[in-house]
């Protein structure tokens, strides 16, 4: 039977994306480069768990197709954690390449850096370019100043190449480490570790009345850590966690009672993704769903494992469920690699340089803003449709060019890139061997 494609995935991947954009259109910008004490727009930035568990739902995909050759083979732990790594660095290095080096470039014109102190910033930001950020290393530029919150203009995403890219650090770093206990013990992590640290992180930011972001930090006995590090942990963890739920309930058969019941229920966590991303949290609709930061995480936690389950009406809704959302699916993660340096061309094409917002206060917000609003309106829905523009193309070059090319070891002589080439076909060529054999013999 052929497997059914979810193509509600692939919408919720593209909306996701745009709603970041709308929300680094519409609230960074205004209030951390152009210096408004009032943003533009305000939700509760706490819809990130289905972002996050795609991720880890996937990735957790991935380790169970290659789990039972990876053990026949031999391979040990720490060679699968780094051939995740790999793959992972191939697949997404690119265009994370293109972004922070289009994030730089944009930054030091915005500024109005000099030409010969771009190098010198470009070298503060090694651990950016390494993908390393999410540990906090690379936290702040010596460049613009030198600590974290140095100044008041110098804030994280005005700081770093590309403030975004937070997201896809935290795949090459905690998706390793998570890849590598589930190599190493996969029953322990998912049976204990997982769960334990999830409720543990949960509830300390809970009790601490403190929402988790990326780019705070923890004080622990004077040891920092970044909080977008745990974060991401806890949100691929939770991917992890939901592939074995769906995995194990997929093909059975549910009642007509249950699918009302599940469609229910969807039909309220859509609503509640819906209004927690798209309608501000100090309009009287917005002030209606006034829910705390860490039950939006559950509810949207059990809208994505619904979402993945496939069952209710509501995420099979035909305008959710459209085989049209297969490619904004896919270019939906470069789109929201590329979209932040863009957003800075898109601002200077539109004379927005150099305007000042500081004189907005919220007394004054309602007779002053709307002069500007239209302009931040404009910034956000061209950058939508010129990044969306950028990402399908860049997409096609990646897959059909880039991918290709990296894949043939170009950073090795013709010879040794065709010893690694048959090296690589004969190890799969013996774990399709030694797979044959162990399914034969179970059967």
Known sequence: MKKEMNYTIEFYRFM????????????????????????????????IVPFMAFSGYFMMQGFARKEQTAKLMG??????????????????????????LLGWLMINIWNGNRIIDWPIHLLNSVWELFGLQITGAGFGN???????????????PVQMLGSPLWFISGIFVAGTMIYFLLAYKKDLFLGFIAPVFILFFYAS????????????????GGIHIAQGWPEMFVGLSLGCLLYVAVDHLKNKKWSGGMIVFLT??????????????WVPIFIPFGEYFNLGWANVHLLTLIFTFL???????????KLF?????????????????????????VALCLGMHGLDLSYITMDNMMETMMGVYPKFIALFLITTVVSAIVAYFFMKLDKDHIQPWLKGHP???????????????????????LLAEANGSKS
């Open 307 to 317: 979402v993945l389950l496939n069952v209710d009406k509501c995420t099979r809704f």
């Open 411 to 433: 950073w090795f002589t013709k010879e040794q890139a065709a010893i690694e080439d048959a090296a690589a076909k004969a190890e799969a060529e013996e774990g399709k061997r």
């Open 321 to 345: 469920s459209s085989k049209i959302w297969a490619t904004p699916g896919r270019m939906a993660v470069y789109f929201y690699m590329l979209h932040w340096p863009i957003l800075y061309i």
């Open 142 to 156: 010596p460049s613009v100043g030198e600590a974290w919150f140095p100044e008041p203009g110098a804030w994280p």
């Open 264 to 277: 229910i229920v969807q039909i309220v966590m859509t609503i509640v993704v819906w209004v927690r991303s």
């Open 16 to 47: 996701l994306a745009i709603n970041f954009c709308f929300v680094h259109s519409m609230m960074v910008f205004p209030m951390f480069v152009f210096g408004s004490n009032v943003p533009f727009f305000y939700a509760g930035l706490d819809v």
């Open 75 to 100: 391979k040990s732990a720490s060679r699968q954690a780094w051939e995740y790594l790999k793959s992972r660095l191939i697949g997404l290095g690119p265009t994370y390449l293109v972004a922070s």
């Open 205 to 220: 930011h809970y009790m601490g009345h403190e929402q988790p972001m990326w780019y705070q930090v923890t004080d622990i």
